[in-house]
């Protein structure tokens, strides 16, 4: 017998009644959980036990946490188990723990093609995520997009610690644009499975007419020239979700 919780929400949402039905062993999966609320912990260990062989699985299992997480959530507020911080924090949670487990796993594969991105010294750069609006705030809810920009230290080129091994180098402008196509893709594109979260990218320099991803100083170029007064209020919510240099971003944003 289904889970009286679980039952509540066949009866009060739609896609929870498809997903039940179409997935009849996520209520038994999931029954044991609804005593608490989703932890990090056990959302990185869904993503990353077994690893991911490649990026169809990457994508379906984002996408199956993406669910779990859901009916837990709901079937707990529906339930008066889970207040409003309660929901805000776990989906916030959900976005930072999958945009985490996506960017290192293309950042592997591309790194494996094109070698890792350097600065002048060659020192290996990564990608700083930063969340904008409700995620920068933690404050998701089950039906918020996800706010992001893409940024990276320094400019350089893509290297590898082999000298055997046969790459085709790029800049890290390149390295870190597909980068974050590809991060967008596997949390957007609607699947047989749904989707993880809309991104909306709109909110970086120039929005749609700007370069996907840009290092920090263009961003602080920017900043200084052309940042309009609701752009840099924008910005009082921005909060890097990887990478490092983050104090350097801050300074750079004040």
């Given amino acids: 017998m289904i889970h009286p919780a679980l039952e509540r929400i066949t009866r009060c949402s739609r896609y929870g009644s498809r997903l039940l039905a179409a997935q009849p062993h996520l209520a038994d999966t999931v029954a044991g959980l609804l005593d608490r609320a989703c932890t990090r912990e056990a ?64 950042h592997a594969a591309l790194a494996g093609r094109h070698g890792e991105p350097r600065d002048e010294h060659g020192t290996p750069q990564q990608m700083v995520v930063v969340g904008m609006g409700k995620l920068g705030g933690g404050e998701l809810n089950v039906s918020s997009d996800i706010d992001l920009i893409y940024l990276y230290p320094e400019e350089g080129n893509t290297a590898s610690d082999d000298p055997d091994a046969r790459i085709r180098s790029l800049t890290n402008h390149e390295f870190f644009i597909r980068l974050g196509r590809k991060l967008a893709a596997s949390l957007s594109e609607n699947t047989a499975d749904g989707y993880v979260f809309r991104v909306d990218l709109r909110l970086r320099p120039w929005g749609e007419s700007g370069p996907f991803a840009m290092g920090f100083a263009m961003l602080e170029d920017y900043l200084m020239a052309q940042g309009r007064p609701w752009e840099r209020y924008a910005w009082i919510k921005a909060r890097p979700l990887t990478g490092s240099h983050h104090d350097e971003l801050a300074a750079i944003v004040r």
């Fill in 43 to 106: 959302m990185q260990a869904f993503l990353s036990e077994p690893p991911c062989a490649d990026e169809t699985v990457l994508d379906q299992r984002l996408r199956q946490l993406r669910q779990r997480v859901w009916l837990i959530t709901t079937a707990r507020d529906l339930a008066g188990a889970a207040d409003l911080a309660e929901v805000t924090a776990t989906y916030s949670t959900l976005a930072e723990v999958c945009i985490r487990a996506a960017l290192d796993f293309h």
